[in-house]
């Protein structure tokens, strides 16, 4: 005879999820996200997802360019959650850093050289398009 131990006896073999219920919901779910993720405002966020992040180094290259110095933190005028997102993802391309040198300000930022070899690209590709 065979006995089973109480850890044995406690697992319980998983459910798979096949149910036709659980198939029906998840592509009700799939439905909604993908309906929602056509609307136009969500078309523009995925937009502004894209090209904030471009400005903002931009404007970071600019401003630290004309003042010779990092930029201060509140130079930037960042937008709120989307400024602060698109600024931790230049940071983490290693496009910009952080640099404490100002003790007026909390934060200040300049490019790296990675981000000044691309900026410099970039103003040669706008050049040739204007």
């Given at each position: 005879?065979?006995?089973?131990?109480?850890?044995?006896?406690?697992?319980?073999?998983?459910?798979?999820?096949?149910?036709?219920?659980?198939?029906?919901?998840?592509?009700?779910?799939?439905?909604?996200?993908?309906?929602?993720?056509?609307?136009?405002?969500?078309?523009?966020?995925?937009r502004?997802?894209?090209?904030?992040?471009?400005?903002?180094?931009?404007?970071?290259?600019?401003?630290?360019?004309?003042?010779?110095s990092?930029?201060?933190?509140?130079?930037?005028?960042?937008?709120?959650?989307?400024?602060?997102?698109?600024?931790?993802?230049?940071?983490?391309a290693?496009?910009?850093?952080?640099?404490?040198?100002?003790?007026?300000?909390?934060?200040?930022?300049?490019?790296?050289?990675?981000?000044?070899?691309?900026?410099?690209?970039?103003?040669?590709?706008?050049?040739?398009?204007?």
């Amino acid at each position: 005879m065979t006995t089973k131990s109480a850890k044995d006896a406690a697992k319980k073999p998983a459910r798979k999820s096949s149910s036709r219920s659980d198939k029906a919901e998840s592509t009700a779910r799939q439905e909604l996200i993908d309906t929602i993720s056509r609307s136009r405002p969500v078309q523009q966020l995925l937009r502004e997802i894209e090209e904030y992040p471009l400005e903002l180094f931009r404007r970071i290259c600019t401003l630290s360019e004309r003042q010779r110095s990092a930029v201060p933190d509140y130079n930037l005028g960042l937008v709120p959650h989307l400024g602060e997102m698109a600024l931790h993802a230049l940071i983490d391309a290693e496009l910009v850093q952080q640099v404490e040198r100002d003790v007026r300000s909390l934060h200040t930022y300049e490019p790296t050289a990675q981000g000044k070899k691309i900026v410099r690209r970039l103003e040669v590709e706008t050049s040739k398009t204007d």
